[in-house]
């Protein structure tokens, strides 16, 4: 057998109070300390943010090369290199008391202008973010209203002026006003959950 590193993976590194860290860097130093010619390779990306005596020679950052915090309300020096766009495909006013999405969940209140999004639970929007997520255009929040469809959201453009979204209109899912934390948090989920389930079918544009 060709050694060549000494690895392990904190279990509980996204909570920095917890004991379980320093249990295991104890354990890491115990045996890196019977191969001392091998480099060690420990933290991840949690891991990077408990301090040096976690790093090793070598680090696994996961989440936190895609801009992602590893530990909520953490301060990194890590930018979002996703941005998530998606497109409107349908703009319609409706009365009041109209029931919109499946199940009939939201009734609107007043006179609503609402978008289709054409995006769903089969490209990783969660169907939890039903009435509690939303998008955003030009800075302006804009809740999902009705349930997470497959392949669409239905949601609220009252706020915006008449005509600023049209068939083809592009809304933020995801970039400077809707972060993985903060969409994660709406889903009730963690970042890498909504990182990792952004579905096949959106188009990739590398920069």
Known sequence: IDVLFVMSHLASADDAESEQNEDQRQEMARVAAEFPQLPVCFANSGGIFLG?????????????????????????????????????????????????????????AGETRLATIAAGYADGLRRSLSGRGAVYSGGVRLPIVGRVS??????????????????GSLVEVLG??????DLAQNAGTISYEILTGLGHRYARRYR
């Open 52 to 108: 040096r005596a976690y790093h090793g020679v070598l680090v696994r950052p996961g989440i936190a090369l895609y801009g992602g915090v590893p530990t909520a309300g953490l301060a990194t020096p890590m930018e979002p290199v996703v941005n998530l766009d998606v497109a409107v495909v349908q703009t319609r006013t409706v009365p009041s008391g109209a029931r919109v999405g499946y199940g009939a969940t939201h009734v609107t």
């Open 150 to 167: 497959m392949d669409s959201i239905t949601v609220d453009i009252s706020a915006l002026p008449e005509g600023t979204l049209t068939l």
């Open 176 to 181: 400077p006003n809707q972060t993985l934390e």
